[in-house]
């Protein structure tokens, strides 16, 4: 199959690199020339475990990087992986995402076979229908060949391209069976070797799929601060009593550590945005706001506690883990 993925960032990296190494033709399409300079080099222009091995192989010959959405028409499904960064309510800014359906839609203008436009960014799902469906057919000029599909990523940074192609599930969102058997197409050579749940379902439950996966997730944690603190009152070791009701395999003993709170570039963006989009709908997501408020208040926690062993007035302070390699 011939792949087009617009954006090369973390996301369209990852996934531009392991659509090759799967064996298809793979076009990453970025507006960055830089980006696109280091693709072709063959150099990943993130840090990731294993990436820099895969363009390495494939870059200029099954990965080709570009500039320009010629190649759209000519290829079998379009993957959009654009930045949705958080505007100051915690909606997020559908902006650059907008314009590069927009774009994706032109490039298909006059395409005669049917085409499958796949979102891979995180979006809520009100945005596909009022939104993005609505860019790509304006861009396209109405074409009906033109589908709308929505497959949510998963992937952890620094964990990125083994995420990828081990997935636990991948989440098919499409309008109709033949938006559907095209995922199904697109994924087969990674679910021959691997025993994947496939969630086959509509685009916008497959958005809220993803909004839902990391909330409850980011809720987990809170809740496990929320727990360790009062350990902590008690003078208990938190991690052994979440080692303990990790063996329930109700809890999982996975995304039980206790620590300065949950960051990274998705969790806080994620859980502000479908608060703020179930708020827009006027629904008050009161977990989903503790599950925040627990949060920011953790890292004052985490000062209180050092103050209980050190005088912090003058002390130098070296902080492990702060960031992930970028
Ligand atoms: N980073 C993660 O770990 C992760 C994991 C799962 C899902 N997501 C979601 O995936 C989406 C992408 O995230 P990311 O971290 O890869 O973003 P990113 O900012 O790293 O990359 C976006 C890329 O898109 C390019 N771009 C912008 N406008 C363009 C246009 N019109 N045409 C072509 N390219 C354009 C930018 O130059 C940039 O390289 C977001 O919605 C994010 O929430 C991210
Ligand atoms: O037990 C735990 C596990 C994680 N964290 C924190 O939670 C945050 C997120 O960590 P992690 O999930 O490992 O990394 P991300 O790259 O942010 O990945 C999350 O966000 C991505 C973007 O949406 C999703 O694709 C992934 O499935 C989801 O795990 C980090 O601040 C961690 O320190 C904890 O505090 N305790």
Redesign the pocket.
């Known amino acids: 199959m011939h792949i087009t993925v617009i954006g090369s960032g973390y996301v369209g990296t990852t996934i531009a690199a392991c659509f090759a190494d799967l064996g298809h033709d793979v076009t990453a399409i970025d507006i960055d020339e830089e980006i696109v300079e280091t693709l072709n080099d063959g150099k990943s222009p993130i840090s990731e475990p294993g990436l820099d091995e895969l363009l390495e192989t494939h870059a200029g010959n099954r990965l080709k990087a570009t500039t320009s959405y010629d190649a759209v028409p000519e290829s079998d499904v379009t993957f959009l992986a654009i930045g949705t960064p958080s505007n100051d309510d915690g909606s997020i800014d559908l902006g650059a995402l907008e314009a590069a359906a927009e774009a994706t839609g032109e490039a298909v203008a006059d395409k005669d076979e049917r085409h499958l436009v796949v979102i891979k960014s995180?979006v809520t799902p009100p945005s596909i229908e009022t939104v993005l469906e609505p860019a790509v057919h304006r861009g396209a000029n109405e074409n009906e060949n033109i589908e709308v599909g929505m497959n949510p990523?998963?992937?952890?940074?620094?964990s990125a391209v083994s995420d990828f192609l081990s997935p636990d599930k991948l989440v098919f969102g499409a309008s109709s069976e033949w938006g559907t058997d095209r995922l199904h197409t697109v994924f087969e050579p990674l679910l021959e070797g691997h025993d994947t749940n496939v969630v086959e379902t509509d685009p916008q439950t497959a958005a809220m799929i993803k909004y839902a996966?990391?909330a409850f997730?980011a809720s987990k944690?809170s809740l496990v601060n929320d727990l360790g603190n009062i350990c902590k009152e008690f003078d208990l070791d938190a991690y052994e009593v979440m080692d303990a009701i990790g063996l329930d395999d109700r809890i999982s003993e996975q995304?039980?550590?206790s620590?300065v709170?949950?960051?990274?570039?998705?969790?806080p963006k994620?859980v502000n945005a479908i608060i703020a989009a179930a708020r827009e709908e006027d629904y008050d997501p009161a977990v989903l706001e503790a599950t925040v408020e627990v949060n920011d208040r953790q890292p004052e926690r985490m000062l209180e506690l050092l103050e209980d062993h050190v005088d912090l007035e003058g002390s130098r302070i070296a902080v492990l883990g702060l960031a992930l390699p970028c």
């Open positions: 995180t990523e998963f992937l952890r940074e620094g996966n990391n997730l944690i995304f039980l550590r620590g709170g949950w960051g990274g570039s998705c969790f994620d």
